[in-house]
């Protein structure tokens, strides 16, 4: 077996379209409750979403993700599969043995995925989340904050993710695609050790010592559990990054990371780094669920496998 291999890409882009459609719904959801304004609680803004702009506003901003996310995702499965798969044959002396996975190699590449995904990922995430919160309340333009709200009353200030793309780039400069970066780091890094690390470890616990490999049901159960691990605990820097993405729509009020948190602290107390946490671990699972059974499966039939390799 050789130490890179296409396959996990072609097999991460399917999974990643996949957790795209199951998860933007509440994804949107997310982002109204952690940088818009009037939302309450995750039933309520279910409600106020639905009531205001029926069922299509919980896939705004959609096309863009699906379209790039897939791209982000088979590269993510790639990174990591195929940096994990190196560090194993690198301590492995046989080389027709299987190469043992232990916690530090699965951990540096887990790492390694986190800083690749910020670098694809940030601009991404920055079109989804400016597309997503367009059209929330403009309560805080009467804050006396700078404001485009005023000028443009209720009118979006984006025609779609081409047109915010070009708008970013002309008020901000390509700068402008990476705001949150930072944040998106500190959320990432870690947040990816804790996916792919309870991924393997869960799916190995699960599956029974006849079988070599996980099975369909087990794959979905793990990775289930994982994503729900990983946004469960990603959530407060979640919450930053989301803001300072969102930041800029409207209103500009934030001047990095740190002023963001303590602007947030000082507002809203503690309990606002842990808005969406119920969204968040819920959706966590369904997306990861199906990013991982897409990943396997599709792994599985371009190999041509009976059983369901492991990333």
């Keep these: 077996m050789g130490s890179f291999q296409l396959e996990d890409f072609a097999a991460g882009w399917i999974g990643g379209a996949a957790s795209v459609v199951v998860g933007h719904p ?58 994990q798969r190196f560090l194993s044959q690198h301590h492995c002396r046989e080389p027709e043995a299987s190469p043992p996975r232990t916690l530090s190699d699965l951990l540096l590449a887990s790492m390694v995925a986190g800083v690749v995904s910020v670098g694809l990922g940030g601009p991404v995430d920055l079109i989804k989340i400016r597309l997503q919160m367009q059209t929330q309340p403009f309560r ?9 709200a005023v000028a443009l009353g209720e009118q979006p200030a984006y025609q779609g993710p081409v047109h915010c ?3 970013i780039v002309r008020n901000e400069g390509l700068a402008g695609l990476y705001r949150g970066a930072s944040a998106m780091l500190l959320r990432d890094v870690p947040g990816y050790c804790l996916y792919f690390i309870p991924y393997v470890f869960l799916s190995e616990w ?3 010592e006849a079988c070599t490999s996980p099975s ?22 979640d919450v930053v990054k989301s ?16 002023d963001c948190i303590c602007q947030s602290y000082q507002k809203e107390g503690l309990k606002v780094f842990f808005r969406g946490i119920t969204v968040n671990t819920v959706r966590g699972f369904p997306m990861s669920a199906a990013m991982f059974l897409g990943y396997e499966l599709s792994l599985q039939a371009i ?9």
């Design 140 to 148: 805080e333009a009467n804050l006396g904050l700078k404001s485009r």
């Design 206 to 208: 699960i599956t029974p």
């Design 26 to 83: 509440l994804d949107t959801v997310k982002a109204r409750l952690q940088a818009g304004v009037g939302y309450g609680n995750t039933l309520s803004c279910i409600r106020m979403v639905y009531r205001r702009e029926s069922v299509f506003g919980f896939f705004k901003g959609m096309s863009f993700p699906l379209a790039s996310i897939a791209v982000y995702n088979s590269v993510v499965f790639g990174v990591f599969s195929n940096t």
């Design 243 to 258: 803001r300072l993405q969102a930041d800029g729509v409207y209103l500009n009020k934030y001047r990095g990371v740190l």
């Design 165 to 167: 793309i070009a708008t």
């Design 303 to 311: 190999r041509g496998d009976h059983a369901v390799p492991s990333p």
């Design 216 to 237: 369909p049901c087990a794959v979905w159960l793990a990775g289930g559990m994982a994503g729900a691990i990983s946004w469960g605990t990603a959530t407060p820097m």
